[in-house]
Nanobody, 121 residues
Framework: DVQLVESGGGSVQAGGSLRLSCVAS????????MGWLRQAPGKEREEVAF????????YYVDSVKGRFTISRDNAKNTLYLQMSSLKPEDTAMYFC???????????????WGQGTQVTVS
């Protein structure tokens, strides 16, 4: 079974930075498109960014463009999200997800981690 475990969340002041990591197991490292999604209290889950299997194609939601960077290290089976210039509206539970095809639809992801909380004040 595919397992995804996120880490790196925490509390930070506005303007600060955090780096999220997601370690994957149970599959061949480059088999899946990987994404970061988030869900704030009372809001729907939204896609933040995705990166394709080879790591040479990325997508970002408009609200994080220029501030967040998604990357992956297939040799380490690890996905990253570097977040800078954080804003209070970035506060959410952040989830790592994997899918056979890259998609901006959250429902297209097949595997999900448990999430890591990011709080910006």
């Amino acid at each position: 079974d595919v397992q995804l475990v996120e880490s790196g969340g925490g509390s930070v002041q506005a303007g600060g930075s955090l780096r999220l990591s997601c370690v994957a197991s149970g599959y061949t490292s480059d088999s899946y498109c990987m994404g970061w999604l988030r869900q704030a209290p009372g809001k729907e889950r939204e896609e933040v960014a995705f990166i394709n299997h080879g790591g040479d194609n990325t997508y970002y939601v408009d609200s994080v463009k220029g501030r967040f960077t998604i990357s992956r290290d297939n040799a380490k089976n690890t996905l990253y999200l570097q977040m800078s210039s954080l804003k209070p509206e970035d506060t959410a539970m952040y989830f790592c997800a994997a899918g056979l095809a890259c998609s901006i639809r959250t429902s297209d992801y097949e595997y999900w981690g448990q999430g890591t909380q990011v709080t910006v004040s």
